[in-house]
């Protein structure tokens, strides 16, 4: 299951110069039976977050459908017309992956914010229905005062189960993020795979799983198909950037050909989000 790093180094030429792609990358993505959008085994959602800035939020959406790619993905809902992206994901057959329904304040983490955090994925699921979209990210949060690691777990564990019952009556997936503290969080208290494992299995829903963000998982504890592996039952949805700069793949240290092959191997059939920073955007 190969995937093209020509493929991905022309998205960012593509998307520096707002130019078609070339004819050598467009006949490199042609050869391997690959294109933007999706290789034979691996379907990508682009975060429109973090690809083309400079963009109102709607053309973003349209630059991904126009290079091909199937879906999209973003952080949240709040603030977007959600009215103007369902029709416009409507009329260029384009969906939505997954957006964030909380992020990282209020902390999950703080019994305090429960009773909101509840509140809000009830709305949050309305407007997943509405977008057609099975999937909502959700934060544990910073680290609390007072509070040791396993306490803010704990309290994740149990904030989670009170949301339960909303996301089973709507069927949509509440996906939680380990992030990773030695590059881009500093003080979030969940990272790597174990602890987020842990809190999934005692939750016990099959709508409450892990967004598997392989970026945040190779700089927190690296051998990322043998964790994969450990912890493929309780994977919801991945996400890739190669390491270091948060770029697309290709770009780094990460071999995500093998990755994203152990992935497939293991029954992964969902999309994976492309939330990276391409170089030149």
């Known amino acids: 299951m190969p995937i093209a790093r020509r493929t991905f180094l022309e998205s960012a030429l593509v998307l520096a110069g707002g130019a078609a792609l070339s004819t050598e990358g467009a006949q490199a993505a042609s050869d391997e039976n690959a294109t933007l959008g999706h290789t034979p085994h691996t379907r990508f959602a682009v975060n429109v977050e973090m690809w083309w800035r400079k963009l109102p939020f709607l053309a973003r959406i349209q630059n991904a459908a126009a290079l091909g790619f199937p879906a999209v993905e973003f952080w949240p809902y709040e603030g977007k017309d959600i009215d103007a992206t369902v029709k416009l994901c409507n009329e260029l057959k384009i969906e939505v992956s997954q957006f964030t329904a909380w992020g990282f304040r209020p902390g999950l983490n703080?019994?305090?914010?429960?009773?909101?955090?509840?509140?809000?994925?009830?709305?949050?699921?309305?407007?997943?229905?509405?977008?057609?979209?099975?999937?909502?990210?959700?934060?544990?949060?910073?680290?609390?005062?007072?509070?040791?690691?396993?306490?803010?777990?704990?309290?994740?564990?149990?904030?989670?189960?009170?949301?339960?019952?909303?996301?089973?009556?709507?069927q949509v997936m509440l996906i939680l993020e380990p992030m990773n503290i030695r590059v881009d969080h500093k003080g979030h208290c969940l990272y790597g795979s174990a602890p987020a494992i842990r809190i999934c299995r005692e939750v016990n829903s099959k709508f409450v799983k892990i967004n598997w963000d392989l970026y945040h998982m190779h700089i927190s504890e690296g051998d990322l198909c043998g964790h994969l592996k450990e912890g493929f039952d309780q994977i919801g949805y991945l996400q890739v950037a190669d390491h270091p700069g948060r770029h697309e793949p290709g770009t780094g240290e990460i071999y995500y050909p093998r990755v994203l092959r152990q992935a497939y191997e293991l029954g992964y059939r969902g999309y994976v989000g492309l939330e990276c920073n391409p170089l030149g955007a």
């Open 110 to 170: 703080d019994p305090k914010n429960h009773d909101q955090f509840v509140k809000k994925i009830d709305e949050a699921c309305k407007i997943a229905k509405r977008l057609n979209c099975p999937k909502m990210c959700v934060v544990g949060g910073d680290d609390q005062p007072g509070m040791t690691q396993a306490q803010m777990h704990d309290n994740i564990i149990t904030g989670l189960k009170k949301a339960v019952p909303i996301a089973e009556q709507h």
